[in-house]
């Protein structure tokens, strides 16, 4: 694979990045619209968090809704002004295709890790997660996320965001899918 081939999709999401810092988490956070923003719910959960710009400036959040099990939430950031990341449904694409997600991982601003989609869908019985969310859609990967990168996108060749990465499991990726956030994102609304 070209390294080249995916700079300029990474570098037109990374204008949506920020970090999300909330007492001792810190992790990533994607603008989702003109003053929202998307992160893990194991990042920020309740009350204000601290956020810090592509350009290192720092605002005050407010987390207005909060999903533990599928472990996203939506911020309030007013002024926030970054453009909205670009969406796509991970049904849309096949296993294999590549994908690549940015965060910051153990403060490595703005990092990036490519890898390829393995699947999309709940995940098989084995895996360490409970029942009930082990059953929920996840965007499945071989992409490399470290503490930071929670919060962060996982996103198509073309930098069009298909799912907020969350963690590793059994040496995979698991991000929310884009379609859960939406769907969190709306009724936060």
Same mark, same amino acid.
């Given at each position: 694979?070209?390294?080249? @081939?995916?700079?300029?999709?990474? +570098? ?10 909330? %007492?001792?988490?810190? %992790?990533? %956070? ?28 720092? $605002? ?6 909060? +999903?533990?099990? $599928? +472990? ?14 670009? $969406? ?23 990092? #990036? ?9 709940? #995940?098989?019985?084995? @895996?360490? #997660? ?5 059953? #929920? ?25 298909? %799912? ?26």
């Amino acid at each position: 694979m070209n390294p080249a @081939y995916l700079a300029e999709p990474a +570098d037109w999401l990374r204008d949506s990045v920020v970090q999300v810092r909330q %007492g001792a988490s810190a %992790g990533s %956070g994607l603008a989702w619209g003109w003053d929202l923003v998307v992160t893990s719910a194991h990042v920020a959960h309740a009350g204000e968090v601290d956020i810090v710009l592509p350009g290192g400036e720092c $605002r005050r959040g407010i987390v207005r809704a909060c +999903d533990r099990a $599928r +472990d996203v939430a939506v911020l309030s950031v007013p002024g926030l002004g970054l453009p909205a990341a670009r $969406r796509r449904a991970p049904s849309a694409l096949r296993p294999g295709e590549v994908i690549f997600a940015i965060g910051h991982p153990f403060g490595v601003q703005r990092a #990036l890790s490519a890898g390829i989609l393995h699947a999309v869908g709940p #995940l098989p019985e084995g @895996y360490p #997660l409970p029942a009930p969310q082990r059953l #929920l859609p996840w965007v499945q990967a071989d992409v490399r996320l470290a503490p930071g990168n929670s919060g962060g996108p996982l996103a198509d060749a073309e930098g069009c965001v298909i %799912g907020l990465s969350t963690m590793i499991v059994n040496g995979l990726a698991l991000a929310v899918p884009s379609t859960a956030v939406e769907h969190l994102v709306r009724a936060a609304a």
